[in-house]
Nanobody, 122 residues
């Protein structure tokens, strides 16, 4: 199974920027970022599809965040600009396998990193 390790979190004032990185130990079909604020459910932030390099963003971060990836090493990034206090959360890197696992009907976010804390102060 693929291991994912996030880095780049920290404390920043509102309006500032941070760039998160996620290093993968193997190949994935898709990589993405999720976040979970204190007391809230984990939510989708952005995704990158290796096939074609297409991207997708949640409405809350469109125009402010940018997801990108490098093939060597297998790394995905999340550039976060114009940060807001509501962006404060633990950010998780996630990945989908290339092959459909036995018994599955579709690919899912099977690989997860440990998370990195992002705190935006007002």
């Amino acid at each position: 199974q693929v291991q994912l390790v996030e880095s780049g979190g920290g404390v920043v004032q509102a309006g500032g920027s941070l760039r998160l990185s996620c290093a993968a130990s193997g190949r994935t079909s898709k990589m993405g970022w999720f976040r979970q604020a204190q007391g809230k459910k984990r939510e989708f932030v952005a995704a990158f599809n290796w096939s074609g390099g297409t991207t997708h963003y949640s409405d809350s971060v469109k125009g402010r965040f940018t997801i990108s990836a490098d093939n060597a090493p297998n790394t995905v990034y999340l550039q976060m600009n114009s940060l807001l206090p509501e962006d404060t959360a633990v950010y998780f890197c996630a990945g989908m396998p290339i092959r459909l696992p036995s018994g599955r009907l579709q690919l899912e976010w099977d690989y997860w990193g440990q998370g990195t804390q992002v705190t935006v102060s007002s």
